[in-house]
């Protein structure tokens, strides 16, 4: 059992630099690329909150479906 395993199966707290250490590069990559698509929606989403706009009038100034807002936004309703 790894220690990481063993750290989660006690309870412990993970270090972060220890549990990303323990993915591949590949994983490592994938995770960075993920995490830069979330902090967009998230700027994304504040800064039409801050500007008191709805996806609609977002969408109509981006010339994209209000679809495509809602589904960048989703993972932070």
Partial sequence: MSKINKAVKRGDLIAYGDLFGSYSKK???????????LKAAMELKKLRKEL??????????????REFISKFEFHFR
């Fill in 52 to 65: 008191k706009i709805s996806q609609g009038e977002l969408a109509n100034k981006m010339k994209v479906k």
């Fill in 27 to 37: 994983r490592q990559q994938e995770i960075l690329k993920r995490a830069r698509y």
